[in-house]
Every structure is written in structure tokens, then in C-alpha cells.
């Protein structure tokens, strides 16, 4: 158990919707990170905050949103759902920026399936 | 930009035997060297990391990489393979803010 929480496991919805995938970090990182995993694209960085700042940006869509809570939890936020946002969300976290020497826990991960 | 490779899509290997799994990198600066294996239906959990300093990294589950910079390389190693190890593995490059970015992994078959 890495000790971060995604949650839903699964979520299944039509296209058009929206959909809010929820991460908590482990207890005291202050760095959550979202990733995209489908089988075309492969394992794809999407957006970092930082101790409730965005800090970095990757391959993200416009209809797609994060943000990060006071309490340090984050949501990733998909709106306009298509067929190929169907994949495996990742959330993961890190005590602080790799200049510290820190490595990245990863959550399990939400299954969305669009149909 | 930064980019990883791995140019093995699949691998089988027999029980016992040693495991070599190759990954090259494109980085502009020092980069921070990462390999990750995800079992079916799992997250990914983290074998081993390079940040600086000896270039021959102990990982946890017996696995071992070499950063070979003139070569810009990072690949996996373990001498004996177990039928736990089945799964894929994915080799990843940092930046200095933990943006990640992966190889497409490499899916390991051990057969009995």
C-alpha cells in the first residue's frame, strides 16, 4: 500500500459528462501529480500541484481541470467526456521537488470507461 | 524535451533465469532516472532511482540498474528471475520538478 487514495476504483459514464476523480496524498506530501495511462499513449504526465499551487503542466486537455485542496487532496476534474478519455487515471505524491531526493507514490489508480 | 525508450515491448524469461530490461533516455541536463513495475490491476511501485552519485543502483525485489551516461542508458537488471516478477515495467525520466515522463514499458512473461 503506497498510501495514496484514489477514489473511485471504477466509474463508468456516457460521453458528454462530467467526472470528478479524487486523490489523497500520503500523510505530509505536499506534491500530487496526475498521470494518464491508455493504451495508445501510453503513461502520459498531466498536471502537478504543489502545496495547493499548480507547479507544472504536461499534456492536459482544456476540457480536463485539477486543483489542489487546503487539506492537500486534489481533484482532476473531466468535462466533455469522449470515447478516448477511457483509461487509467493516475494520482501520485511526494513529500516535497526532487532536488530534495524524494520519490513519487502511486495511488492505483481510476478506471473511467466513456461510453 | 526529455523523452524515454524502451525498445523491448516484450520479454519472456524462464524461472531462475537473469532479466535485462533496456531503456535509453533523451535529457538536456543531469536527468533523474526512475524504474517502476506495475503488476495487472495495480498502481505502479517504485524499484529503484538514480539521482547522483554511484552509477550502480540496488533496488528493492533483487533488481539493480546501471546509469551508463556516454551510452544514455539505464537498464534493468536482476539474475534471477521469479514467477512474481511477471508484469510490466516502465523506465521514467525526471526533470527537476518530478515532472515524469515514461517509456512505453516493457510486459516480462516468466515461464516455469
Known amino acids: 500500500d503506497s498510501g495514496v487514495t484514489q477514489t473511485p476504483k471504477h466509474l463508468i459514464t456516457a460521453t458528454g459528462q462530467r467526472v470528478t476523480l479524487r486523490c489523497s496524498p500520503r500523510s505530509g506530501d505536499l506534491s500530487v501529480y496526475w498521470y494518464q495511462q491508455s493504451l495508445d499513449q501510453g503513461l502520459q504526465f498531466l498536471i502537478q500541484?504543489?502545496?495547493?499551487?499548480?507547479?507544472a503542466k504536461g499534456n492536459i486537455l482544456e476540457r480536463f481541470s485539477a486543483q489542489q485542496f487546503p487539506d492537500l487532496h486534489s481533484e482532476l476534474n473531466l468535462s466533455s467526456l469522449e470515447l478516448g478519455d477511457s483509461a487509467l487515471y493516475f494520482c501520485?505524491?511526494?513529500?516535497?521537488?526532487?532536488?530534495?531526493?524524494?520519490?513519487?507514490?502511486f495511488g492505483q489508480g481510476t478506471r473511467l470507461t466513456v461510453v | 524535451a526529455q523523452s524515454v525508450t524502451q525498445p523491448d515491448i516484450h520479454i519472456t524469461v524462464s524461472e531462475g533465469a537473469s532479466l535485462e530490461l533496456r531503456c535509453n533516455y533523451s535529457?538536456?541536463?543531469?536527468?533523474?532516472l526512475f524504474w517502476y513495475v506495475q503488476s495487472p490491476g495495480q498502481g505502479l511501485q517504485l524499484l529503484l532511482k538514480y539521482f547522483s552519485g554511484d552509477t550502480l543502483v540496488q533496488g528493492i525485489k533483487g533488481f539493480e540498474a546501471e546509469f551508463k551516461r556516454s551510452q544514455s542508458s539505464f537498464n534493468l537488471r536482476k539474475p534471477s528471475v521469479h514467477w512474481s516478477d511477471a508484469a510490466e515495467y516502465f523506465c521514467?525520466?525526471?526533470?527537476?520538478?518530478?515532472?515524469?515522463?515514461f517509456g512505453a514499458g516493457t510486459t516480462v512473461t516468466v515461464r516455469a
Open positions: 501520485a505524491s511526494s513529500a516535497g521537488l526532487s532536488e530534495a531526493g524524494t520519490e513519487a507514490f
Open positions: 521514467a525520466v525526471g526533470s527537476n520538478d518530478y515532472k515524469l515522463s
Open positions: 535529457y538536456g541536463a543531469t536527468p533523474y
Open positions: 500541484y504543489y502545496n495547493g499551487e499548480e507547479r
